[in-house]
């Protein structure tokens, strides 16, 4: 296993592992691989990793704790909270693009200790790709990504709708999301997913744009549609309530960062109508 020299990012569960006494404007910042080595013990007994870089980019490291109970003058600050203090009008790129890859390839390796075809403990791959390899059988392990649409939908008066899913906190309210289907365009997705959740039928689908959204293993693809008539009703199974709601009479919206927050926006900016 590779030590870490210089910085990394700390994650333990789905949490952000950070100082103490370290304000939220440098949330974004690695820390200092001498500081765990000192606070967590080895590097080399931790599930450490060197992320190789995308293209331009530099590499990311990243420390996985585990169950380790944290010492003194640490904290965990859970990742969505601090996506949306680091993030700020970003979604991708810069420190919260660093984060979102360095998690989503924590969890992987995590979730990739084992051959899914026979058993055998894998091993990093030698073939200079981002994969684990079989000892065993050979079969290589690339990291998952699965594709999910979320989709601002609009009607003639100029009102988006806005659900409250059963895994929200209360009071928060949303865009109609889900995962894309074997064998579905996603235009597809978003009419099933639409029609599922809220029973109402959407038109003028457009693309709007995508983000990565490891919890655990998105990539979130952004759309608007158009509903020309229909009053939503929830499916009473993933969402509990959905509502047309006007730009001056808002419920309780997600935090920033998240792609969600980025449709809301535009649409309130008149950008997406």
């Excluded at 013990?41 to 990311?60: A, F, H, M, Q, T």
């Amino acid at each position: 296993m590779e030590v870490l020299l210089g910085s990394a990012y700390i994650f333990q569960g789905t949490s952000l592992i950070v100082p103490a006494d370290i304000p939220d404007s440098h949330l974004h910042e690695e820390v200092n691989t001498e500081l765990i080595d000192v606070a967590f013990g080895r590097l080399e007994d931790l599930d450490s990793y060197v992320v190789p870089p995308l293209e331009g980019k530099e590499d990311i490291r990243f420390v996985n704790l585990g169950d380790r109970e944290l010492p003194p003058g640490w904290k965990a600050v859970p990742l969505r909270q601090a996506v949306s203090i680091i993030a700020g009008e970003s979604m991708t790129g810069g420190p919260i693009g660093r984060i979102l890859r360095s998690y989503h390839i924590s969890l992987w390796r995590k979730e990739s200790r084992f051959c899914g075809s026979c058993g055998g403990a894998n091993l990093d791959a030698e073939t200079g790709e981002m994969a684990r390899q079989c000892p065993v059988c050979g079969r290589l392990e690339y990291p998952r990504i699965s594709p999910a649409v979320i989709v601002i939908i609009t009607n003639e008066r100029g009102e988006a709708l806005l659900a409250h899913n059963k895994n929200f906190a209360p009071g928060i309210y949303s865009l109609i999301a889900g995962f894309n289907e074997a064998g579905e365009s996603l235009e597809d997705t978003v009419v099933r997913e639409i029609r599922e959740e809220v029973n109402i039928e959407v038109t003028d689908i457009r693309y709007i744009r995508s983000q990565p959204w490891p919890f655990p293993n998105s990539l979130m693809l952004a759309f608007a549609a158009h509903c020309f008539g229909g009053e939503p009703k929830a499916d009473g199974v993933e969402i509990e309530d959905a509502k047309w709601f006007s730009k001056d009479n808002l419920p309780a919206l997600p935090g920033g960062g998240s792609v969600s927050r980025y449709l809301i926006s535009q649409w309130l900016e008149g950008k997406i109508n």
